[in-house]
């Protein structure tokens, strides 16, 4: 005689995970050592729909309003309510462009590290007249540098400021 071994689903608690935490069912299940499948059962007998765990109510990063979004983007980190405050977050007011700034910048840090064409230089400090070796950064890829400037925690792979 075969016994089973499953953990009761708690409904309440089921609920909870998928509608305030907006977790997926899948892991809601394994929370619970069960499959999705099985948590949908439990959500399904509770009146819960699938589109309620799938939207959360959050604020945006730059306007502080709240908002409707889907949990994907919710999840992901920085939030914004429109492409407006997106852009308008991502303006940085102490940036000075100069069309030579990079390419200067580049043949001073190709004097104290071996530059490939995929590493991107940065200016620390933003300003791309200031080409002293002390306010150069040298990223990985371009990848790296963007996801730098958008505050995820992205190291660069070299820092004039720690040469001198």
């Known amino acids: 005689m075969l016994t089973s071994k499953r953990k009761k689903i708690h409904d309440a608690e089921a609920v909870r995970l998928f509608t305030q935490e907006h977790l997926t069912m899948r892991q809601v299940g394994d929370r619970f050592g069960a499959s999705g499948a099985s948590v ?10 699938r589109q309620d765990g799938e939207r959360a109510t ?3 990063d730059h306007c502080h309003r709240s908002f409707v979004c889907v949990r994907s983007r919710w999840r992901r980190g920085q939030r914004f309510c429109s492409s407006t405050c997106y852009f308008a977050f991502l303006k940085n007011p102490a940036f000075i462009q100069w069309r030579q700034g990079l390419r200067i910048a580049r043949k001073v840090v190709a004097q104290h ?3 490939l064409p995929e590493h991107t230089v940065h200016h620390a400090d933003s300003n ?3 080409n002293k070796i002390h306010n150069l950064w040298v990223f990985a890829s371009k990848r790296d540098h963007h996801r730098f400037e958008r505050g995820v925690d992205v ?3 070299w820092k004039g400021s720690e040469r001198f």
């Open 155 to 157: 190291q660069p792979i």
């Open 58 to 60: 959050v604020t945006c």
């Open 113 to 115: 590290f071996d530059l």
């Open 40 to 49: 949908w059962k439990v959500l399904h007998r509770a009146g819960i729909r």
């Open 128 to 130: 791309q007249c200031n």
